[in-house]
């Protein structure tokens, strides 16, 4: 669809012949999508309209597990069928409705992680452009220098177009720090941005999670318990001094709150769940 909307709009711009541009947008078309960064010689004197649906088309066009960049074609799919099935679930509340690609049913973990990558590679994407914007480019300069970049796919329009070193020195650096989120896709830069952070602000956790292995407990989520916004290890094998069994057994109930309502809990293979609120 994207490369016949192309070959009409450089033939309708007198451009090409007919049989030209067909060749010349299935090329340039094909390229930008892909993410492979090869141009036909004036493709920066396309109409602007058409460079920048090209563009866009460089943020999906990709193929998961390909080595394109943008946001992949999987997920804009998978994201297309939630936005159909949303609409389907408002006009018929009770259906039980899933979501498929092929004969494989999407479950909600994926389709979480989908959304949420989409989320950051948005706002990521923005900030860029908005970025290059303040540097006094202009918005297209900036749209698609950002797209070259963070798509990995090379192609820039306006003051990028022939060169990129046309760009300031920090607007250089900035568009490295895209080329390796792009490259990365976002999360495994975040993660270890996020753990440097961690260790060198001396977070408490490492030290309970390590007080934890010291009294030979694994350092897991049921033994650490929340107080004053702070999270603090607790010895549940000295705290619900029960009686440790095999098979999960329940305890009696034991009254809680001013309401005396009734709360229970189990104990269970050497370590008990902290009383909970009914």
Same mark, same amino acid.
């Given at each position: ?123 990521? &994407? ?33 003051? &990028? ?6 760009? &300031? ?18 999360? =495994? ?28 407990? =694994? ?6 318990? &929340? ?20 098979? =999960?057994?329940?305890? =009696? ?26």
């Amino acid at each position: 669809v994207i490369i016949v909307i192309t070959a009409w709009q450089v033939w309708h711009a007198g451009m090409y012949n007919a049989t030209d541009s067909l060749v010349h947008a299935f090329f340039l078309a094909s390229s930008m999508m892909t993410d492979n960064g090869l141009s036909t010689a004036d493709y920066a004197q396309w109409p602007a309209h058409t460079i920048f649906l090209l563009l866009s088309a460089s943020f999906f066009g990709g193929c998961v597990g390909s080595t394109c960049g943008g946001i992949k074609a999987l997920r804009f799919l998978i994201m297309f069928k939630q936005s159909i099935q949303e609409m389907n679930q408002l006009a018929h509340p009770r259906a039980l409705l899933s979501i498929k690609v092929g004969k494989s049913v999407v479950n909600e973990r994926v389709l979480r992680s989908v959304w949420s990558f989409f989320f950051l590679y948005v706002m990521i &994407t923005g900030f860029f452009v908005w970025s290059l914007n303040l540097m006094g480019y202009d918005l297209f300069t900036a749209f698609a220098t950002v797209a070259a970049c963070i798509n990995n796919m090379g192609l820039g329009f306006g003051e &990028t177009a022939s060169t990129f070193g046309t760009l &300031t020195e920090g607007a250089k650096l900035l568009m490295c720090a895209a080329m390796i989120l792009g490259r990365l896709e976002i999360y =495994p830069v975040l993660i270890l941005f996020a753990t440097i952070g961690m260790m060198m602000m001396g977070d408490n956790r490492y030290n309970q999670h390590d007080h934890a292995d010291e009294k030979g407990e =694994p350092a897991t989520a049921d033994n650490f318990e &929340t107080s004053g916004g702070e999270e603090r290890y607790v010895d549940y094998k000295k705290k619900c001094s029960g009686t440790y069994c095999d098979e =999960p057994r329940v305890a =009696p109930s034991v009254s809680h709150d001013e309401e005396h309502q009734q709360c229970r809990h189990q104990h269970c293979r050497g370590r008990c769940d902290p009383v909970r609120r009914c």
